[in-house]
């Protein structure tokens, strides 16, 4: 059963700006993200993260109040990797079967870092009201990107029709990939290899009706 609450979205206590302060609140996210991927939400502890990431815990408390505090810095950082992949990915100088498995390659290596991460972050670990919202820059960007994908290999600049196509695309490869995460197989090459299917045959149908 999920145990995810929506709250308040719990900000980081104070921005690093120098080299050192940076590479110790990198430190205290990949910390945290391997945690939650081994561990589960049960294992997430201030202390257990200070300690794996080398730092003390009035350090980690200097940049993150609380725990929800660091949970969302270690999503955005999950988001900000998935837009950095999507931006290298370009439709237009790719045939439809090279992007869907570029796309799908890219997400599966993301996703195969932590490999537990994702489960534990859908649920169990609390959210913020920010990381749900639909219409966030996030979710406008990345809807976008498979939108003009789409239409791209139609030959014509986005419809209606594109948009649909568009999230239809998202969630099939974002909610495959996520359900293998989930069930421990996102290493699956039969898997993979169905879903680049799948995005192939789609991206190549005719959707001018």
Do not use: C
């Amino acid at each position: 059963m999920s145990t995810r609450i929506a709250k308040q979205r719990s900000v980081m206590r104070k921005i690093p700006r120098q080299v050192r302060s940076r590479a110790t609140v990198e430190s205290i996210i990949e910390a945290g993200a391997r945690i939650l991927s081994d561990e589960g939400w049960a294992g997430f502890t201030t202390n257990r993260i200070a300690e794996l990431a080398g730092v003390s815990i009035g350090s980690l408390y200097q940049y993150f109040p609380d725990k929800l505090s660091l949970v969302d810095a270690i999503r955005h950082r999950h988001l900000d990797d998935s837009m950095a992949i999507m931006r290298r990915v370009r439709a237009e100088v790719l045939s439809p079967a090279e992007f869907a498995a570029q796309r799908v390659a890219a997400v599966v290596a993301a996703h195969s870092v932590y490999p537990g991460l994702h489960r534990v972050l859908l649920d169990e670990a609390p959210s913020s009201e920010d990381y749900r919202n639909p219409h966030s820059e996030f979710e406008i960007e990345y809807l976008s990107y498979f939108a003009k994908s789409a239409a791209l290999y139609q030959k014509r600049s986005p419809n209606d029709a594109d948009r649909v196509a568009g999230r239809v695309l998202s969630d099939a490869i974002d909610g495959v990939i996520h359900n293998s995460a989930r069930r421990g197989n996102i290493g699956d090459p039969a898997m993979q290899r169905e879903l680049v299917r799948l995005v192939t045959l789609y991206l190549g149908a005719d959707r001018n009706d």
